[in-house]
């Protein structure tokens, strides 16, 4: 079975360019996460998604960066304009819905690596 | 407010030892979970090891187990018969079931598995 897939694995731009991820999750799993993790950090969550639905996006910096899940299967991330203060390893995760309870094992994908110059 | 410390930035532990990694939480809410990842220099998060905060029980997942002290809110992961392979960064994280079922992570503590 294959595991999340993420592209880029390593993007390397200038400040104030675009940039984009692409995220497939693993076949099944309704919801789906963003997450950005600075070196020497945990991972923080962006966003997440149930289905098509973004349930949490609380701590998505909402003036330069944006989302999609269309279909409810493969997301988008993007950041326009860049800073420098996004340099960091952006992770995404994929999971069954957990309904109620609190268990809920999360499949990360390899994650991909921004540099801002 | 949720919190998950990590007070160990890096531990060395002789290969076939046992050693503990700490995380203590603080929560609200009286149903929560508590988890493991091991992160290797790929990258990639691997789940190792969820505790329930209802569950009697420690958690044990072969080599792993962690020791759940829920009055002192302490969830401590240990690794028995340590190997090179663990050599890696481990991240606790909690989940509780307060608005937004929301996921956080501790800081991570590297461990490093000597020969």
């Known amino acids: 079975e294959a595991g999340v897939v993420q592209s880029p694995r390593y993007k390397i731009i200038e400040k104030k360019q675009p940039v984009a991820f692409w995220c497939n999750p693993i076949?099944?799993?309704?919801?789906l996460y963003w997450y950005r993790q600075n070196l020497g950090q945990g991972p923080e969550l962006l966003i997440r998604y149930e289905n098509e639905e973004a349930v949490d996006d609380s701590q998505l910096p909402k003036d330069r960066f944006s989302a999609e899940r269309l279909k409810g299967v493969d997301s988008t991330l993007k950041i326009q304009p860049a800073k420098l203060e996004d340099s960091a390893v952006y992770l995404c995760?994929?999971?069954?819905?957990?309904?109620?309870?609190?268990?809920?094992?999360?499949?990360f994908g390899p994650g991909t690596r921004l540099t801002v110059l | 407010a949720q919190k998950i410390t990590q007070t160990q930035p890096g531990m060395f532990v002789q290969e076939k030892e046992a050693v503990t990694l700490d995380c203590t939480y603080d929560?609200?809410?009286?149903?929560?979970?508590l988890f493991w990842y091991k992160q290797p220099s790929s990258g990639e998060m691997i789940f190792l090891i969820y505790?329930?905060?209802?569950?009697?029980q420690n958690a044990t997942e072969g080599r792993y187990s962690l020791n759940f002290q829920k009055a002192r809110k302490s969830a401590n992961l240990v690794i028995s018969a340590s190997q090179l392979g663990d050599s890696a960064m481990y991240f606790c994280a909690m989940r509780d079931t307060s608005g937004t079922y929301k996921y956080i992570f501790g800081t991570g503590t590297r461990l490093k598995v000597l020969a």
């Open positions: 505790q329930g905060s209802y569950d009697q």
């Open positions: 076949s099944g799993h309704d919801t």
């Open positions: 995760a994929s999971s069954f819905r957990s309904r109620g309870g609190t268990y809920n094992e999360q499949f």
């Open positions: 929560t609200s809410d009286p149903s929560y979970g």
